[in-house]
């Protein structure tokens, strides 16, 4: 059904039902919109314009339409144009002309807005999850490999040695921004649209504050014109589900690299690998790949997003229908990769004896030698224009740094000595590089320490947050008696993608 009429005289065409109709893609908000209702339902008791025995009839309809949609016994009809149709069809259904009651005082356009938030803040919890246990997974890794040492890169050629657990808590500490980030949002997130109305307010829900904090929004809308119209909130979001898409990706590539025949550093687990159809001896990076590939459509939802608000006039427009789908698809993307992921990083072991053998290709070492001549009171341009001399006269003679005698360097600058031998080992180089943040083991030590701390207060938040969203789906569908639930989380999970919406 379709919740406008009166002043058409002739039948929507079938184009035209077409083209409007996203009942297959918003569906997956059904329980949002439910729970939206009943706040809005108390709310409109309060304004007198429902008596207390027309809400009380209204809601308990509310909670069984919530439990069949739950189970599966609700689905769109093809002539439903979107969720909030289906949802008043079915309620009229059991409980008559009350039904229409509801829809006193809001909109369609503040109730998709308020639907979609309440989503979108619930789904955070599940990717802010995913994506710590993705972190514990790296610190593990980097606690285990906290002696092994390796070659570092700039610009995929051998730069310096580094312990490889530092190599692995970089993805760490830019995964633990994207947490951040999703934090962030969640309190900018925190605004109640529902009681705006159409675009300018309501005269009949009069109490949107109300609404709000019974929906666990931290305020309602300052201006309802703002409010139906703004989809900062979800651009912002699929910023950093980009965001997160390009560290997914920049990971896989080093998984790929790393996991080639050239490289030969990692052994990727055959339960997170594939082969090929017709060479039998291929065992292919695919979650390394595909996070690679899929970093594209997150990307290309972020700029599908924000090309259609580009130049939308305020209040709402329909082109704002075309927000869902970007946005679902990339949690559905996320939620579909991450796991893989963190089953990759877990799982893959790493060759310590290979990755030494190169520690000290492409002359890494050269920088110490530089560090070495200002250690001896050698300003740094002069130093460094003697090592790159060092390098060019180790090319000449087909030899490693280590491996030029003393006087060899005595022929470049006096300043040499014989302790520049001891500076000339990767475990040396290493240790040099104590300072915080640096690559040295004790300096990765207290990284991982840090690091171990920040991952606990981001679970200690992120268990608040998604307590705080478990009482609101305890509280709103009961009236406010906490304990008693409909419907669990992981039945929410399956409708946050969408199962069952066709």
């Not at 639907?115 to 789904?123: A, E, G, K, S, T």
Request: glycine share 8%; proline share 3%; with cysteine.
């Amino acid at each position: 059904m379709t919740l406008w009429g009166g002043r058409f005289s002739s039948n929507t065409a079938d184009a035209m039902a077409a083209l409007s109709r996203s009942v297959h893609f918003d569906w997956r908000l059904a329980p949002y919109d439910i729970v939206s209702s009943k706040a809005h339902c108390r709310n409109l008791v309060k304004s007198k314009v429902l008596s207390a025995s027309e809400g009380k009839k209204i809601e308990n309809a509310l909670d069984l339409l919530r439990k069949d949609i739950a189970k599966g016994l609700i689905t769109p009809s093809i002539l439903d144009e979107d969720l909030h149709g289906v949802i008043e069809r079915v309620l009229g259904d059991r409980i008559g002309d009350l039904a229409g009651k509801l829809r006193a005082g809001r909109s369609r356009n503040d109730q998709i807005a308020t639907d979609l938030r309440l989503y979108l803040r619930d789904v955070s919890g599940d990717l802010i999850s995913h994506l710590l246990q993705l972190i514990e997974s790296f610190i593990k890794q980097a606690k285990r490999y906290d002696h092994t040492y390796v070659s570092g890169f700039t610009h995929l050629q051998h730069a310096q040695p580094i312990v490889f657990g530092h190599e692995l808590a970089k993805h760490a500490h830019a995964l633990l921004r994207d947490v951040e980030r999703l934090e962030q949002w969640w309190s900018r997130a925190g605004v109640s649209p529902l009681g705006s109305g159409a675009l300018a307010g309501s005269s009949l829900a009069a109490n949107p504050e109300a609404s709000a904090k019974a929906l666990h929004f931290d305020s309602s809308a300052g201006n309802s014109i703002d409010a139906v119209s703004d989809r900062d909130f979800a651009a912002e979001f699929l910023f950093i589900t980009a965001m997160i898409g390009i560290h997914l990706s920049r990971i896989g590539e080093e998984w790929i690299l790393w996991s080639s025949t050239e490289f030969g550093w990692a052994k990727l687990d055959d339960a997170y690998s594939t082969g090929s159809s017709i060479m039998p001896q291929k065992k292919n990076p695919d979650v390394a790949e595909l996070a690679r590939g899929k970093s594209g459509r997150l990307v290309g939802n972020l700029t599908s997003l924000l090309v259609m608000l580009k130049g939308l006039p305020f209040a709402y427009n329909r082109d704002l229908q075309e927000d869902k789908e970007p946005v679902f698809d990339s949690i559905d993307t996320l939620i579909l990769l991450l796991p893989a992921v963190i089953g990759m990083v877990e799982s893959t072991e790493f060759d310590e004896k290979r990755m030494l053998l190169g520690a000290t290709s492409g002359f890494a070492l050269a920088t110490e030698v530089a560090d070495y001549l200002v250690r001896k009171g050698l300003p740094f341009a002069k130093a460094h224009e003697i090592s790159g001399k060092a390098v060019a006269l180790a090319e000449r003679k087909k030899l490693g740094l280590e491996e030029l005698t003393l006087a060899d360097y005595q022929s470049l600058n006096k300043l040499f000595g014989e302790d520049i031998f001891k500076a000339l080992t990767v475990e040396a180089a290493v240790a040099s590089r104590k300072s915080r943040g640096g690559t040295a083991p004790a300096a990765l030590g207290t990284q991982l320490s840090e690091l171990g701390t920040l991952l606990s207060a981001a679970k200690r938040a992120n268990t608040k947050r998604v307590a705080a969203l478990a009482k609101l789906w305890g509280e709103v569908e009961t009236g406010n008696k906490p304990g008693k639930k409909l419907g669990t989380r992981a039945t929410r999970a399956k409708q946050r993608r969408g199962v069952g919406a066709r």
